[in-house]
């Protein structure tokens, strides 16, 4: 196996024996073949003019699939695999002249496919392998915002048609790398209109999010512990539960759900419970009750014990947890959930207390005024966007010490797990605004940069670099990648990426996007707070 596509992956180089997150090497084999198998998929699509929605779906459902902590199920990943060469095989016949991952097909022995001859390391060049492979997190990240979409029943062609037309061009060797430079930035400019298509498709649906304060505490009730990103599957969960006595909490990244309006009318949706991804083990332990994984992160169980109480949905996968079928939230069945959650003990509470989010974009630009006037009086000296994603590596305690040392007249910006380095802090406010405004989950980082281009236009500046907000980004897995492709594509420099670049971007790579982009990565806090703030 080779896989460097997440921030933990071994010695910042890559993966070789098994996943640093988890997975086996037969399971990271088996997710390069679904990436080629796709690949193909979409080079047929392209080729086709009729029945190009289903092969969407699905080249949409293989990306996700493969994003970091969303599945280590091989037998679904194999499903995924065949499903695909089922869609493309009527149309093989009838075009010609195709290229090897169209014609591409494997059935038998599956899980001892090696993937070197179809994986990362099949690209020689350097440069070329790191514009690849930055392109497919990014499409992958697209992917999950996409899927999200599709689950509410919003789509738009035009962005389908951009990553099937993306992971042909991938598979093209007379691209060049000025080429592949150029593929880079449209798919952060597509990665914008994906996030705005969730956006429109989750306020429109949910209505736009509100300030709230959100109750960490727990109930005498049994529980249902829900986490990923999927709001479908929340509305979903909550209308199979209501009346039944069990009571829903929210995890991780599924925080957010607690502010939106029509989330609000449901009285047993009681809070959240727990932190970021990585400190699952402990927390799922003392829970109690089921937890449903709708999307990532899975943190593979250390043992047992609760094992038989992890379900699954979605792309999401891992063996010996239960699934819930379904393609949309309305087609599943949370009644097993249920029942067994009617037969656990009620949550062991492990904090109190409350915090406040809902700081997206309709609700920060109510308070422009507010905002204008106190940049203009110099009250807020600066904006710092820490969006992103949190991890178990010891290195990311520098984003709660950064936040911890931003001078009084800063105001943080988020989006994603990251916020969970610093959202308890209780930093106060300036003027009655909190100086932490939670936007919502990574895929709420649109808010983030509709608020950045409203403020812009407010300010009536010509450059978004001009504006007081810096960018010090921790990221993790590809749904970051494509939020930095989005920034850079609207053209945001100065941005701080770490703990660490990306292994998969080579040397030259990060050298076209420090000279174009003046992209950099942490160092320590005070030489930053050095350079971002007091500059």
Excluded at 461 to 468: C, G, R
């Amino acid at each position: 196996m080779f896989c460097y596509q997440c921030q933990e992956t071994a010695r910042n180089q890559g993966c070789t024996i098994k996943g640093v997150c988890g997975k086996t090497a037969g399971v990271a084999n088996l997710q390069d073949v679904l990436i080629y198998v796709s690949k193909g998929l979409a080079q047929v699509r392209n080729r086709i003019q009729d029945g190009k929605e289903v092969l969407d779906k699905q080249i949409v459902d293989n990306l996700f699939m493969t994003i970091t902590n969303a599945n280590f199920d091989a037998e679904k990943i194999e499903e995924a695999i065949i499903t695909s060469l089922d869609l493309k095989k009527p149309y093989l016949a009838e075009l010609k002249d195709l290229p090897a991952a169209a014609t591409f097909d494997v059935r038998e022995g599956l899980e001892e496919v090696e993937g070197d001859g179809i994986g990362v390391l099949a690209t020689e060049d350097e440069d070329i392998r790191s514009l690849r492979e930055l392109i497919t997190y990014g499409l992958k990240g697209l992917a999950a915002y996409v899927h999200h979409a599709e689950v509410l029943g919003y789509e738009d062609g035009a962005i389908q048609d951009f990553m099937a037309e993306a992971l042909e061009k991938i598979t093209d060797d007379s691209l060049t790398v000025e080429d592949l430079v150029a593929l880079t930035l449209k798919t952060g400019e597509v990665g914008v209109q994906g996030m705005a298509l969730l956006d429109k498709a989750n306020t429109e649906r949910y209505g736009h999010p509100e300030i709230t304060e959100v109750n960490l505490g727990t109930r005498n009730n049994p529980g249902i512990l829900i986490s990923g990103h999927d709001l479908g599957d929340m509305e979903e969960l909550l209308k199979q539960t209501e009346g039944t006595g069990v009571d829903v909490y929210t995890h991780s990244e599924m925080l957010p759900a607690n502010y939106y309006p029509a989330f609000k009318k449901y009285d047993h949706f009681v809070g959240n419970y727990g932190g970021s991804w990585w400190h699952q083990k402990e927390e799922f332990a003392s829970f109690n009750g089921p937890i449903l994984m709708t999307t990532n992160c899975i943190v593979p169980p250390r043992d047992d014990s609760y094992l038989d109480r992890l379900y699954t949905t979605g792309v999401a996968g891992y063996p010996g947890a239960k699934h819930i079928e379904g393609h949309i939230a309305t087609e599943k069945d949370f009644s097993p959930l249920i029942e067994q959650a009617k037969a656990c003990p009620a949550p062991q509470q492990i904090e109190e207390g409350t915090i406040v989010g809902g700081f997206a974009h309709n609700q920060v630009l109510a308070l422009a005024d507010k905002v204008v006037d106190a940049v203009k009086t110099g009250a807020i000296r600066k904006f710092v966007v820490m969006g992103g994603c949190d991890g178990r590596q010891s290195d990311r305690n520098y984003y709660e010490e950064f936040a911890k040392a931003l001078p009084d007249d800063t105001v943080i910006l988020t989006a994603g797990c990251a916020k969970y380095r610093y959202n308890k802090l209780h930093m106060g406010d300036i003027g009655g605004i909190p100086r932490v405004l939670d936007a919502g989950q990574c895929n709420d980082s649109y808010s983030l940069a509709v608020i950045a281009l409203k403020l812009k236009e407010v300010f009536g500046l010509e450059d978004i670099n001009e504006l007081p907000i810096v960018y010090n980004i921790a990221w993790y897995e590809q749904k970051a990648v494509i939020v930095f492709l989005a920034l850079l594509a609207l053209g945001v420099k100065n941005i701080h990426l770490g703990p660490t670049l990306p292994a998969f971007l080579s040397e030259n790579v990060v050298k076209v996007l420090v000279e174009n982009f003046q992209v950099g990565t942490n160092s320590d806090v005070e030489t930053d707070i050095q350079e971002l703030i007091m500059a």
